[in-house]
């Protein structure tokens, strides 16, 4: 018999800066965090391993695209990431902007804004979930809730510590190496008997008015990524999302 779960609800408001202010800072650093709970936006972060087991805010799986370093993060020391350039690519005001801990960013924001700490895949899963459940611990848990689209990872969140709130992630995967039934389980949400996810966060390209309603129905809270375009945005608050992740969330506040 499959578990009984209510989604208990997740306040983030009406906008969740996608890793951070992303258009007016190098994304996932402090810089675009501070300016996005500036605004009074919800934050969206991505939480990474490093080699030695620390949780950084990093969104690929490789260095390269984002900073000055080279090769996969999970394969890197912390002791050589908190030494990179996660800003001068964005921009030289922000040279030398480091890539921040996730106990960086909650230090920083926690209890000011809501946070969305996204779990990024990895074949660690223990290790990344006991850590940022030990970062989460001392911050408010009221006030953060993790997200993922590896199912799995979201079972473990659970298993650990039930009381903070889990959102699965969900799109087309256009790109994404997965088989056809991987994707099809994933984008049916087969495994939300076991995750009990309070939240659904689906992709733009995915969604459409039924497939909120009928997610609403069953009583999650609904979010959908990544929305930059201002009548896209209004169409989606008609259809009753609950909120909207953006890089724009300065115009998105402005919006809905």
Known sequence: MRPFHRPRPISAGRVVAHRGFSQAAPENTLAAFERAAELGAAI???AALTATGEVVCLHDARLERTTNGTGLVEETPFSEVQNLDAGGWFDPRFKGEPIPTLKDVLDA?????MIDIELKPT???SALVNAVIDAVRHASVERIFVSSFDPFLLMEVRRREPAIRRAQLVGSFVGVPLVWPQRVLLQKLVFN????PDAIIGGDDFVTARWVERQKRRGYTVMVYTVNDPERMVELDSWGVDAIITDRPDMALQTV
Do not use: F, H, M, S
């Not at 924001?109 to 804004?113: L, Y």
């Not at 008997?193 to 009990?196: E, F, S």
């Open 123 to 125: 074949r660690r899963k």
């Open 109 to 113: 924001v926690a209890g000011r804004v």
């Open 193 to 196: 008997p076991w995750t009990q």
């Open 44 to 46: 969206e972060l991505d």
